[in-house]
């Protein structure tokens, strides 16, 4: 069974800085695009940022462009997300994803990052 694995989420004021880590297994993990999605109460599930399997290319919502960074570690089999200059708007679930093809589609639990004003 494949696992995800979110941590790092927690309370942080505003303009301060988190990184959620993802730690992948069960899966080759080099094979897979991997992204972050967060969902706030009330709210769709929405891509904050998606990075290819080598980690040449990276992708932003626009709302998190310039404060947060994906970045992944093959050898590890993790993928991170630094967030920087956090906003309340930011406070979420945070949800990593790994996407292959529609038939090899993954998600983890879930982490809960509060943006306090």
């Known amino acids: 069974q494949v696992v995800l694995v979110e941590s790092g989420g927690g309370l942080v004021q505003s303009g301060g800085s988190l990184r959620l880590s993802c730690a992948a297994s069960r899966i080759t993990f080099r094979f897979y695009v991997m992204r972050w999605f967060r969902q706030a109460p009330g709210k769709e599930r929405e891509l904050v940022a998606g990075i290819t399997s080598a980690g040449g290319t990276t992708n932003y919502a626009d709302s998190v462009k310039g404060r947060f960074t994906i970045s992944r570690d093959n050898a590890k089999n993790t993928v991170y997300l630094q967030m920087n200059s956090l906003k309340p708007e930011d406070t979420a679930v945070y949800y990593c994803?790994?996407?292959?093809?529609?038939?090899?589609?993954?998600w983890g639990q879930g982490t809960q990052v509060t943006v306090s004003s």
């Open positions: 994803n790994a996407f292959r093809d529609r038939l090899s589609e993954y």
